[in-house]
């Protein structure tokens, strides 16, 4: 009695232990069928070499999904056809892209979606296709392969040039030049002392100049002041003879006689002050407007460009 009870012990452990295998295997294969799944395309003009079925698929570093196929596409076959299942809470937009990734140091790749904004629609079917295709971009491997390609056609360019340059024209043309280079750097060293004191002469030149405009201000003060005066002195002179012309109007003969021969000199007289305060002015305005004037003399030549 008591064997029979042994073995249907190790036959009920058995069962047990057999189903809990077949749940768990049964668990682990087809996942958890509460999650609702999208299937999405992807097209890969790119090796997905270290890309493998049941890989992942992260949006911003977060698993949705997985890849459950990789074929080549049958309309283009050197681009690759990547099917995906990802969670259909997924937000995946029309502006979402696909690149390929690979994690850390191992070469495992996997794929990484990217971008998708609120503003734009949901991705959906197109009219002939199977499932809604997600846009790829090149991954980062692809776009150093291009930049390197780029760099190397670049050099090579660069090289051609130079090839074409140093051939024997340009090297006559380039010994030429150092050649002409030479000459006028030794020149000017043969010269030095020549610009040192050409340079003196100019500071020293450049100084007189301060000092002639500052002794200038108030000699134009002056003779503004001067200006100013002699014609506030013909303005009563004029004034003082229209007086006496008017009492040689009231007054008899002699006073007559005395207006008839006298006046006029005083109107001359009046005229030249009036003429000299008008040239004192002219030659004030002309010295503050040209200041070198007192230096070089009137006539001075404009300064051609480039001087």
Known sequence: MANRFNYALVGLFVLVFGAAWLAISLWLTLGDYATQYTTYRVYIDESVSGLYRDAPVKYRGVDVGKVVGIDLNPAVPDQVQLTLELVSTTPIHEDTVAELAVQGLTGIAFLELKGGTLETPI???????????IPSAPSFFARLDMSGSELIANVNALANNLAHLLDADGRRSLKEILANINTIT???ARRDTELEQSIVNASRMLENSADASEKLAPLLVQIDTT?????????QISVAGGSLNRYIDSSGSGVTQF?????????SLVRELRRLANTLQHVGEKIEDDPR????????QQPGPGE
């Open 227 to 235: 200006a100013k005066s002699i014609e506030a002195m013909a303005e």
């Open 259 to 267: 207006s008839q021969q006298t006046l006029p000199e005083f109107g």
């Open 293 to 300: 004037a007192i230096l070089f003399g009137s006539e001075i």
């Open 123 to 133: 991705l959906t079917a197109k009219q002939g296709q199977e499932y809604p295709v």
């Open 186 to 188: 030794a020149a000017i």
